[in-house]
């Protein structure tokens, strides 16, 4: 067998090798995990190690390899001519509200000049 699991034993890259065989990790150049690792989630940190391991399923791996590999085409879902935005922008007055809730309201904000009229009538007391 020429290609097999990468992790295991087999044979030399050699025509002949007899009965040797070799611990070895991986022959192709996307073999070894550290390079899965930083294929899939781009670093190899703990955390993206715990994922590799314990959490994303060998089929989620997969998946995850040929959508970045190119190799897996992704199909054009055209949009929901019936969606509606559950997040619509807020108009003015209701974005003022919002902030006044927060003590933050610009409905009753003073002016500059207004602002500076006031403080020359507190010192002029």
Known sequence: MLYGI???EQQDNQEDVGD???NYSSRTPIGSR???IIELYGA???YTVYRYWWVDSVVKKTIM???KSGLRKKGTIPPDPNWV???PEMSDEEFDKMLG???FSSVNRETDEQKAERIRT???K
């Open 122 to 124: 507190e010192l002029n």
């Open 101 to 103: 809730a927060f003590g």
């Open 85 to 87: 935005d559950p997040n």
């Open 6 to 8: 990468p992790t295991g």
């Open 44 to 46: 190899v940190t703990p």
């Open 65 to 67: 390899l040929l959508d």
């Open 34 to 36: 550290n390079q899965i």
């Open 20 to 22: 040797k065989y070799t």
